[in-house]
């Protein structure tokens, strides 16, 4: 069973930046579809964005323009490139393919 795991996240002040990492411990290629998902404190967990094994991505309406998705299926990786973070980005970030277990996901945190 792969296992993946988010890095990247940490503190930053609104308009800052970071860049979010999910390294599978196996082969993503087979995987068509791999999304970024956050969860806000007693929010439900939502879809950030997606991306296809062709390239192909999508975003919820409140990160387009400032998050981009990528993925490297020679390194195994996912990785998620947020810049002007807002307060309201704040959340546990996780990275899942259809199949997979969740990860432990990675705090991120604006600061106003």
């Known amino acids: 069973q792969v296992q993946l795991v988010e890095s990247g996240g940490g503190l930053v002040q609104a308009g800052g930046s970071l860049r979010l990492s999910c390294a599978a411990s196996g082969s993503i290629a087979g995987f068509n579809v791999m999304r970024w998902y956050r969860q806000a404190p007693g929010k439900q967990r939502e879809v950030v964005a997606l991306i296809t094994s062709g390239g192909g991505t999508n975003y919820a309406d409140s990160v387009k323009g400032r998050f981009t998705i990528s993925r490297d299926n020679a390194k195994n990786t996912v990785y998620l490139q947020m810049n002007s973070l807002k307060p309201e980005d704040t959340a546990v970030y996780y990275c899942?393919?259809?199949?997979?277990?969740w990860g432990q996901g990675t705090q991120v945190t604006v600061s106003p």
């Open positions: 899942w393919g259809a199949g997979l277990n």
